[in-house]
C-alpha cells in the first residue's frame, strides 16, 4: 500500500509494486514517516506517476547492489526523492543515515526536511557567532531547528513568530528576542532568513545591516514581492540577497543526516513532533497542516 496524489489535495491508499532498488540504493521498510506543508502544495497539482514522500525512517530490508551502504537489518533515517509514504521504499545510500538505538524511527522521521534546511541555512550563514540573525517564519520545523542550531553555534536571533505558544518554545531553544511581525524587529541584522514572501521580504529587507545577506528561503505566503531599487539607499546598502535551495549543496543528504542524528543522539538537537498518527490518518493530517492546525512536525506511523 502506499499514500498516492490525486488531481485534488487529497490522497488515498493504493497498491503499487514493490519498488526495485538501482544499484546504488537500499530497500527500506518504513516504519514511520513526516509530511511537510510543502508537500500539500505539490498535491495540488502533483506530476504523472508522482508519489509523494521525502521524510522517511524504518529498517533496511534490501542491501545495495554495489556494496555502499548500510546492511540489511540496519535502522536508518532517510530522504527519498520521492515515494515515502508507503510501506516500502528505495533510498539512494548517499541520502541516509544510521540510527543509534537511543533515537527512535518516529523522532528521526520527524529530521530530514526540515533539519537538512536548517542546518544548511546555517552553513549559507557562515560564522554567526556573535552576528545579529532574524528569521521569518519561524513557527515551522526549519524555524525550530535553525534556532536551536545557530543558538548554540553563538548567534543572537531574532524569530518572528505569530503564535505565542511558539514563541515560548523558540526562547527555550535559544533565540534571544521574539516578535509576532517583521516590523516589530529591532534591525539592524547582520543577516536575515525569509521565508514568507509576499509584503513581509521588502519588511525584513529593510531590517538588513549595510553588506548584509538576506538569504530568501520560501515563500509560505504565496504571494509575490516587489522590491524598490532605491529601498536599498536606507539601510541596507550594498546588501546581497541570496536565493536558498536546500538541496543545492556540496555536502550529501547522507552525511548531514549523519550530522543531525548525532545531535540528537546527544541531547543537542530536539525534534518536535507535534502529531503521531497512523498512516491510514494521512488526508486528515494533510488537512490540519493545511490549515496550519499542526505545531512541530507530523509524524504518520506504518503498520
Same mark, same amino acid.
Given at each position: 500500500?502506499?499514500?498516492?496524489?490525486?488531481?485534488?489535495?487529497?490522497?488515498?491508499?493504493?497498491?503499487?509494486?514493490?519498488?526495485?532498488?538501482?544499484?546504488?540504493?537500499?530497500?527500506?521498510?518504513?516504519?514511520?514517516?513526516?509530511?511537510?506543508?510543502?508537500?500539500?502544495?505539490?498535491?495540488?497539482?502533483?506530476?504523472?506517476?508522482?508519489?509523494?514522500?521525502?521524510?522517511?525512517?524504518? $529498517?533496511?530490508?534490501?542491501?545495495?547492489?554495489?556494496?555502499?551502504?548500510?546492511?540489511?537489518?540496519?535502522?536508518?533515517?532517510?530522504?527519498?526523492?520521492?515515494?515515502?509514504?508507503?510501506?516500502?521504499?528505495?533510498?539512494?545510500?548517499?541520502?541516509?543515515?544510521?540510527?543509534?538505538? @537511543?533515537?527512535?524511527?518516529?523522532?528521526?522521521?520527524?529530521?530530514?526536511?526540515?533539519?537538512?534546511?536548517?542546518?544548511?541555512?546555517?552553513?549559507?550563514?557562515?560564522?554567526?557567532?556573535?552576528?545579529?540573525?532574524?528569521?521569518?517564519?519561524?513557527?515551522?520545523?526549519?524555524?525550530?531547528?535553525?534556532?536551536?542550531?545557530?543558538?548554540?553555534?553563538?548567534?543572537?536571533?531574532?524569530?518572528?513568530?505569530?503564535?505565542?505558544?511558539?514563541?515560548?518554545? $523558540?526562547?527555550?531553544?535559544?533565540?534571544?528576542?521574539?516578535?509576532?511581525?517583521?516590523?516589530?524587529?529591532?534591525?539592524?541584522?547582520?543577516?536575515?532568513? @525569509?521565508?514568507?514572501?509576499?509584503?513581509? $521580504?521588502?519588511?525584513?529587507?529593510?531590517?538588513?545591516?549595510?553588506?548584509?545577506?538576506?538569504?530568501?528561503?520560501?515563500?509560505?505566503?504565496?504571494?509575490?514581492?516587489?522590491?524598490?531599487?532605491?529601498?536599498?539607499?536606507?539601510?541596507? @546598502?550594498?546588501?546581497?540577497?541570496?536565493?536558498?535551495?536546500?538541496?543545492?549543496?556540496?555536502?550529501?543528504?547522507? @552525511?548531514? $543526516?549523519?550530522?543531525?542524528?548525532?545531535?540528537?543522539?546527544?541531547?543537542?538537537?530536539?525534534?518536535?513532533?507535534?502529531?503521531?498518527?497512523?498512516?491510514?490518518?494521512?488526508?486528515?493530517?494533510?488537512?490540519?497542516?493545511?490549515?496550519?492546525?499542526?505545531?512541530?512536525?507530523?509524524?504518520?506511523?506504518?503498520?
Amino acid at each position: 500500500m502506499t499514500a498516492t496524489g490525486r488531481t485534488s489535495p487529497a490522497v488515498g491508499l493504493a497498491t503499487v509494486d514493490q519498488p526495485r532498488p538501482r544499484p546504488d540504493e537500499v530497500l527500506v521498510k518504513v516504519e514511520a514517516y513526516s509530511v511537510n506543508r510543502g508537500e500539500t502544495f505539490q498535491l495540488e497539482a502533483p506530476r504523472p506517476d508522482w508519489r509523494p514522500g521525502k521524510d522517511i525512517a524504518g $529498517l533496511v530490508v534490501q542491501a545495495a547492489a554495489d556494496g555502499s551502504g548500510p546492511a540489511v537489518g540496519r535502522r536508518v533515517v532517510g530522504h527519498p526523492p520521492a515515494g515515502g509514504w508507503a510501506e516500502y521504499v528505495a533510498v539512494p545510500t548517499d541520502s541516509l543515515a544510521e540510527l543509534p538505538d @537511543e533515537v527512535s524511527c518516529l523522532t528521526a522521521a520527524a529530521l530530514p526536511l526540515a533539519g537538512l534546511t536548517a542546518l544548511r541555512l546555517l552553513r549559507v550563514a557562515g560564522a554567526v557567532a556573535g552576528r545579529r540573525i532574524l528569521i521569518t517564519g519561524a513557527s515551522g520545523g526549519v524555524g525550530h531547528y535553525f534556532v536551536e542550531l545557530a543558538a548554540a553555534a553563538g548567534a543572537e536571533i531574532t524569530a518572528v513568530s505569530g503564535s505565542a505558544e511558539r514563541g515560548s518554545r $523558540l526562547l527555550e531553544l535559544g533565540a534571544a528576542r521574539v516578535v509576532h511581525a517583521v516590523a516589530d524587529a529591532d534591525g539592524l541584522f547582520d543577516v536575515v532568513l @525569509e521565508s514568507t514572501g509576499g509584503p513581509n $521580504l521588502p519588511v525584513a529587507l529593510a531590517k538588513l545591516a549595510p553588506r548584509g545577506t538576506l538569504v530568501w528561503f520560501g515563500q509560505a505566503s504565496r504571494e509575490p514581492v516587489t522590491l524598490n531599487f532605491f529601498d536599498f539607499f536606507t539601510g541596507p @546598502e550594498s546588501a546581497t540577497i541570496r536565493h536558498f535551495h536546500y538541496a543545492d549543496a556540496d555536502v550529501t543528504y547522507g @552525511e548531514d $543526516l549523519s550530522t543531525l542524528v548525532r545531535l540528537v543522539a546527544a541531547g543537542r538537537l530536539h525534534p518536535e513532533v507535534g502529531v503521531v498518527a497512523e498512516w491510514t490518518e494521512t488526508a486528515e493530517v494533510l488537512d490540519r497542516l493545511r490549515g496550519r492546525g499542526i505545531r512541530g512536525n507530523a509524524v504518520l506511523t506504518v503498520a
